[in-house]
């Protein structure tokens, strides 16, 4: 999608009204809103242009945040043509006669900043033919994604790009937004404190939503000032950003996960109900809680995996809305549960050994000889029958020969760990005091 104040490469029409995000677009850097982390004096971008040599680029970041705008004021501070192209609708011969032209204005002095928005979108191949104009300074590339670029783009592009993140607009960023929008409409919005306070939540941090619905409270023709319930009644309040396939999900869901982790049940809840309310399919999060019992609590509370599923097999039963509290109730249990990643750091280093030691096979003593030969060749000669030994415990050794004894699995001093760890103490006393064999 299009940013803040994006516009065609083309001159704007001059007739007609235009929109207040196209008057309102910054004609200087100086004049956008927010994003001090990349623009100020001693910030990358700020820096950059101080010293005169602009890289190539990657603006990071959500939708009506300023990316387009950035880009083509970037193209003003720096002299170069712009060109702007959507990689949505942009395919390879689009593009080798983006590539041809920018040839020829290098070839006649003029370089050119090539603006891919949603650069995301074009497959590796795609991203790989930008790679050769980028090296021989055909094309100063600044491309826009909405999306993770450490997962969707190549390594390649990468490595001659820096990568930007701009953050979604702030409470304070829309106000400002929202006061120049005043001064270019010579009005004052009709609400009250509150409702423009509410006004600002409904557009979620991004500019060009806000100015959206600037344009739409100011078209009305109301006497005195509305209030909140007023406004919410004329306004529906916009959709939460999420994608369940996109960076927003793996954000949330590592939201989730760390909340639970960190035993905060407040904050497990927040985040659980923030992804069933953008959209996510309960049995998801039912499979990644599970999850979470197994490689954060495991042993410490042998219930938690229990509830878990007992939770997943209740949504089933019931479905949504219902089946959903079940699964609420679970991660409220997670995070309050005793916590450890014993069993999942010895079952690590377990499959590490396992790997290290290839085709080791068991030592005979603890294999079964069904039939002469093996008997012949030490097929369970000298095994010790536990349940014959003192406490039930022989002590023998059943790693392979010539495999040192490791330590896999050490229980934390939580939960019910703190008794299996009186109980491997025990056991490796009795251990060192019969000794090998």
């Given at each position: 999608m299009a940013d803040l104040f994006d516009t065609e490469a083309a001159e704007p029409v001059k007739s007609g009204p235009r929109p207040l995000a196209d008057r309102l677009r910054p004609q200087r850097l100086d004049q956008v809103i927010g994003q001090e982390q990349?623009?100020?004096?001693d910030a990358p971008l700020g820096v950059m242009l101080s010293s005169g040599s602009l890289s190539s680029l990657v603006l990071w970041g959500p939708p009506g945040v300023g990316k387009t705008t950035?880009?083509?004021l970037l193209a003003d501070e720096t002299d170069l043509h712009f060109v702007q192209i959507s990689a949505i609708f942009t395919g390879v011969p689009e593009l080798r006669k983006v590539f041809e032209?920018?040839?020829m204005r290098r070839a006649n002095g003029q370089g050119t900043l090539l603006f891919v928005d949603e650069i995301h979108r074009f497959n590796k191949a795609q991203q790989d033919g930008f790679l050769p104009h980028m090296e021989d300074g055909t094309i100063l590339l600044v491309g826009a994604t909405t999306e993770n670029p450490s997962f969707e783009l190549n390594a390649a592009l990468l490595s001659r790009a820096q990568v930007l993140v701009l953050k979604r607009l702030d409470l304070a960023d829309l106000e400002r937004l929202a006061q120049r929008a005043e001064q270019d409409l010579d009005r004052a919005l009709p609400l009250t404190g509150p409702a423009r306070e509410a006004l600002l939540e409904m557009a979620d941090g991004d500019?060009?939503?806000l100015l959206n619905l600037i344009e739409q409270v100011a078209a009305w023709k109301v006497e005195g000032k509305l209030d909140t319930d007023a406004l919410a009644t004329r306004l529906m309040k916009r959709a939460a950003k999420y994608d369940k396939s996109g960076?927003?999900?793996y954000n949330l869901i590592s939201a989730l996960h760390k909340s639970v982790r960190g035993s905060d049940p407040d904050a497990a809840?927040?985040?659980f109900a923030?992804?069933?309310t953008g959209g996510e399919d309960p049995r998801y999060l039912a499979r990644r809680l599970t999850r979470m019992a197994v490689e954060d609590i495991g042993l410490a509370d042998p219930q938690a995996q229990a509830v878990c599923l007992q939770a997943w097999e209740t949504y089933e039963r019931l479905g949504s809305p219902e089946g959903e509290l079940a699964l609420g109730q679970a991660v409220t249990y997670l995070a309050l549960a005793p916590k450890s990643n014993a069993g999942y750091v010895g079952f690590k280093a377990a499959m590490a050994?396992?790997?290290?030691?290839?085709?080791e096979p068991p030592p005979k003593h603890i294999l079964n000889a069904p039939t002469k030969l093996m008997k012949e060749q030490g097929y369970g000669a000298d095994y010790a029958y536990d349940h014959d030994a003192e406490d039930g415990f022989s002590g023998q050794n059943y790693f392979p020969d010539g495999v040192k004894r490791p330590v896999l699995y050490q229980p934390v001093e939580r939960g019910f760990e703190r008794e299996l760890k009186r109980r491997l103490d025990y056991f490796a006393k009795l251990r060192a005091k019969r000794g090998p064999g």
């Amino acid at each position: 999608m299009a940013d803040l104040f994006d516009t065609e490469a083309a001159e704007p029409v001059k007739s007609g009204p235009r929109p207040l995000a196209d008057r309102l677009r910054p004609q200087r850097l100086d004049q956008v809103i927010g994003q001090e982390q990349v623009l100020g004096p001693d910030a990358p971008l700020g820096v950059m242009l101080s010293s005169g040599s602009l890289s190539s680029l990657v603006l990071w970041g959500p939708p009506g945040v300023g990316k387009t705008t950035i880009a083509r004021l970037l193209a003003d501070e720096t002299d170069l043509h712009f060109v702007q192209i959507s990689a949505i609708f942009t395919g390879v011969p689009e593009l080798r006669k983006v590539f041809e032209a920018a040839k020829m204005r290098r070839a006649n002095g003029q370089g050119t900043l090539l603006f891919v928005d949603e650069i995301h979108r074009f497959n590796k191949a795609q991203q790989d033919g930008f790679l050769p104009h980028m090296e021989d300074g055909t094309i100063l590339l600044v491309g826009a994604t909405t999306e993770n670029p450490s997962f969707e783009l190549n390594a390649a592009l990468l490595s001659r790009a820096q990568v930007l993140v701009l953050k979604r607009l702030d409470l304070a960023d829309l106000e400002r937004l929202a006061q120049r929008a005043e001064q270019d409409l010579d009005r004052a919005l009709p609400l009250t404190g509150p409702a423009r306070e509410a006004l600002l939540e409904m557009a979620d941090g991004d500019g060009r939503a806000l100015l959206n619905l600037i344009e739409q409270v100011a078209a009305w023709k109301v006497e005195g000032k509305l209030d909140t319930d007023a406004l919410a009644t004329r306004l529906m309040k916009r959709a939460a950003k999420y994608d369940k396939s996109g960076d927003e999900h793996y954000n949330l869901i590592s939201a989730l996960h760390k909340s639970v982790r960190g035993s905060d049940p407040d904050a497990a809840l927040y985040w659980f109900a923030r992804m069933l309310t953008g959209g996510e399919d309960p049995r998801y999060l039912a499979r990644r809680l599970t999850r979470m019992a197994v490689e954060d609590i495991g042993l410490a509370d042998p219930q938690a995996q229990a509830v878990c599923l007992q939770a997943w097999e209740t949504y089933e039963r019931l479905g949504s809305p219902e089946g959903e509290l079940a699964l609420g109730q679970a991660v409220t249990y997670l995070a309050l549960a005793p916590k450890s990643n014993a069993g999942y750091v010895g079952f690590k280093a377990a499959m590490a050994l396992a790997r290290q030691t290839g085709s080791e096979p068991p030592p005979k003593h603890i294999l079964n000889a069904p039939t002469k030969l093996m008997k012949e060749q030490g097929y369970g000669a000298d095994y010790a029958y536990d349940h014959d030994a003192e406490d039930g415990f022989s002590g023998q050794n059943y790693f392979p020969d010539g495999v040192k004894r490791p330590v896999l699995y050490q229980p934390v001093e939580r939960g019910f760990e703190r008794e299996l760890k009186r109980r491997l103490d025990y056991f490796a006393k009795l251990r060192a005091k019969r000794g090998p064999g």
